[in-house]
């Protein structure tokens, strides 16, 4: 037992050593986390300042709850969006318009043609005959740039002026 004492008190010096520089390396190691935590709380407290909220979870929770939200508002958006663009290649807005003389022994310019289409095609054609004695208008629908009824040439020209207005 004494030989055991005896190693022990001529490593006593090394052990000993070897015990404080591990503690100044973790007393370093401490100073320089202590510096990073004091850095981080002040770009903390900047970023907290002037929010109103405590807490960054607090900050968090409103920040998803608004995130939601907009989320939402911006689902509605983009099914109106939809619905109005759905909307819109229904509206009849391509406007075709072919004026002609129907009687060419009389008159003038003064029949024409008028067809109204939208992106599908679908829509009416109007035409209206002049003549000195009397005026004539009909008005055949269309489908697909057909009609169910027969088309004269200067309609199936204004249905194809409309349908060009791209």
Same mark, same amino acid.
């Given at each position: 037992?004494?030989?055991?004492?005896?190693?022990?008190?001529?490593?006593?010096?090394? *052990?000993?050593?070897?015990?404080?520089?591990?503690?100044?390396?973790?007393?370093?190691?401490?100073?320089?986390?202590?510096?990073?935590?004091?850095?981080?709380?002040?770009?903390?407290?900047?970023?907290?300042?002037?929010?109103?909220?405590?807490?960054?979870?607090?900050?968090?929770?409103?920040?998803?709850?608004?995130?939601?939200?907009?989320?939402?508002?911006?689902?509605?958006?983009?099914?109106?969006?939809?619905?109005?663009?759905?909307?819109?290649?229904?509206?009849?807005?391509?406007?075709?318009?072919?004026?002609?003389?129907? *009687?060419?022994?009389?008159?003038?310019?003064?029949? *024409?043609?008028?067809?109204?289409?939208?992106?599908?095609?679908?829509?009416?054609?109007?035409?209206?005959?002049?003549?000195?004695?009397?005026?004539?208008?009909?008005?055949?629908?269309?489908?697909?740039?057909?009609?169910?009824?027969?088309?004269?040439?200067?309609?199936?020209?204004?249905?194809?002026?409309?349908?060009?207005?791209?």
């Amino acid at each position: 037992m004494s030989d055991l004492n005896s190693l022990i008190m001529e490593q006593l010096q090394w *052990f000993i050593g070897g015990v404080i520089l591990l503690i100044l390396i973790l007393l370093v190691m401490v100073l320089t986390q202590g510096a990073k935590l004091r850095k981080m709380r002040r770009k903390y407290d900047l970023m907290m300042e002037g929010s109103g909220v405590e807490n960054l979870e607090t900050l968090l929770i409103d920040l998803k709850v608004q995130m939601d939200s907009i989320e939402d508002e911006q689902e509605q958006q983009r099914k109106s969006l939809e619905i109005l663009l759905t909307k819109l290649q229904q509206v009849k807005g391509k406007v075709g318009i072919k004026r002609y003389n129907a *009687f060419s022994d009389q008159g003038s310019d003064l029949s *024409f043609s008028l067809a109204i289409v939208d992106e599908k095609k679908n829509g009416v054609v109007i035409s209206a005959l002049y003549s000195r004695d009397s005026s004539y208008v009909y008005a055949k629908p269309l489908a697909a740039g057909e009609s169910t009824y027969a088309l004269s040439p200067e309609e199936v020209e204004a249905i194809s002026l409309a349908v060009q207005q791209g």
